[in-house]
Nanobody
Framework: VQLQASGGGLVQAGGSLRLSCTVS????????MGWFRQAPGKEREFVSA????????LYADPAKGRFTVSGDNAKNTVYLQMSSLKPEDTAVYYC?????????????????????WGQGTLVTVSS
């Protein structure tokens, strides 16, 4: 499985961005797609997850109400629509694929649950 993330950029606080993650070589080994982010000097943190089979989603608290994750099976692409962006959302955003269908927060919020990772796309939110 190969993942290609795109859509990052510079946006003002309060603005919006949509990130995309295109999956190639996808099989049933990619049950769940995750979005993580890593700000300078901080650890990588979970943002959101999407399960292909039923489109169920999970969000970390900072993303709830502002971010929306979705998927397009025909395009093998997962999206992260981010709105009301804040300077603290500035980070490199990574998409990842998990070979497990278990969508439980305490499991899926860990980077170790994901076996394949994209290269990351930088999101910068100016104040």
């Amino acid at each position: 499985v190969q993942l290609q993330a795109s859509g990052g950029g510079l946006v003002q606080a309060g603005g919006s961005l949509r990130l995309s993650c295109t999956v190639s070589g996808r099989t049933f080994s990619s049950y769940i797609m995750g979005w993580f982010r890593q700000a300078p000097g901080k650890e990588r943190e979970f943002v959101s997850a999407f399960r292909w089979s039923d489109s169920k989603t999970l969000y970390a608290d900072p993303a709830k109400g502002r971010f929306t994750v979705s998927g397009d099976n025909a395009k093998n692409t997962v999206y992260l629509q981010m709105s009301s962006l804040k300077p603290e959302d500035t980070a490199v955003y990574y998409c990842a694929a998990s070979g497990s269908p278990i969508l439980i927060m305490r499991i899926i919020m860990s980077a170790s649950a994901f076996g394949s990772w994209g290269q990351g796309t930088l999101v910068t939110v100016s104040s």
